[in-house]
T-cell receptor, first 110, second 111 residues
C-alpha cells in the first residue's frame, strides 16, 4: 500500500532563516505530488504541484520554492522566511484525482 | 467568486441529529467531487467521493447537482466522533489532479 511521509511535524523558525520541508512517498511510482498550505482559519491553498522529476509548477507567487530531485521525493524550501509563511504545510500525492495527505508540518515563524 | 464555497458553520448538533452541509463550485468543467474530513490539527482525509447519481456510505449521503453546481453531504444519526471540519473538494477539470478545496464546515456533535 502507498504511504506518504512528511517531516518535521512541528517547526519554529526565526524570520529570515531558511526552510526545508521534505516529503517522500512509498508504494507508488511517478505520482503527482503537491504542497498545500493551510493558514489559521483558512482553506487549503495549493502552492506547488509536480508531475515528474524536475517538473514543478507554482500556483501562486510567494517566498517559497519546490524541488523534486527524485521520483518520490518532494521538497519545499525558502531562503528567508517571512512571518506570513506561518501555517500548516501539507504534502499530498494523487491517484485518479483523489488526494492523500501527509501528516503535515506546523510552521511558526517568529 | 471563489472556486468552492461552503458555509463555515459552526454547526452544533446533539447526538442522533441529522445535519446537512452544502457546497457550490464555479468551474463547470469539474469532473470529480469529494468530501474530506479534517480533525483538529490533523491532515484532511477522504470521507467519500460524490457521484452524479448520488451515493451513500452508512450514515453519510452525498448528492451532486451538476446543473446548479451544487454538492451536499447529509449525516444521519450524528455521533460524537463525527465532530470535525468537512471540506468540499472539486477538481479543476484537468487530468493533473489539481483540486479546489473549500474552507470547510465545522461540525460539533454534543452529547
Amino acid at each position: 500500500s502507498q504511504t506518504i511521509h512528511q517531516w518535521p511535524a512541528t517547526l519554529v523558525q526565526p524570520v529570515g532563516s531558511p526552510l526545508s520541508l521534505e516529503c517522500t512517498v512509498e508504494g507508488t511510482s511517478n505520482p503527482n505530488l503537491y504542497w498545500y498550505r493551510q493558514a489559521a482559519g483558512r482553506g487549503l491553498q495549493l502552492l506547488f504541484y509536480s508531475v515528474g522529476i524536475g517538473q514543478i509548477s507554482s500556483e501562486v507567487p510567494q517566498n517559497l520554492s519546490a524541488s523534486r530531485p527524485q521520483d518520490r521525493q518532494f521538497i519545499l524550501s525558502s531562503k528567508k522566511l517571512l512571518l506570513s509563511d506561518s501555517g500548516f504545510y501539507l504534502c499530498a500525492w494523487s491517484h485518479k484525482n483523489e488526494a492523500f495527505f501527509g501528516q503535515g508540518t506546523r510552521l511558526t515563524v517568529v | 467568486r471563489k472556486e468552492v464555497e461552503q458555509d463555515p458553520g459552526p454547526f452544533n448538533v446533539p447526538e442522533g441529529a441529522t445535519v446537512a452541509f452544502n457546497c457550490t463550485y464555479s468551474n463547470s468543467a469539474s469532473q470529480s467531487f469529494f468530501w474530506y474530513r479534517q480533525d483538529c490539527r490533523k491532515e484532511p482525509k477522504l470521507l467519500m467521493s460524490v457521484y452524479s447519481s448520488g451515493n451513500e456510505d452508512g450514515r453519510f449521503t452525498a448528492q451532486l447537482n451538476r446543473a446548479s453546481q451544487y454538492i451536499s453531504l447529509l449525516i444521519r444519526d450524528s455521533k460524537l466522533s463525527d465532530s470535525a471540519t468537512y471540506l468540499c473538494v472539486v477538481d479543476r477539470g484537468s487530468t493533473l489532479g489539481r483540486l479546489y478545496f473549500g474552507r470547510g464546515t465545522q461540525l460539533t456533535v454534543w452529547p
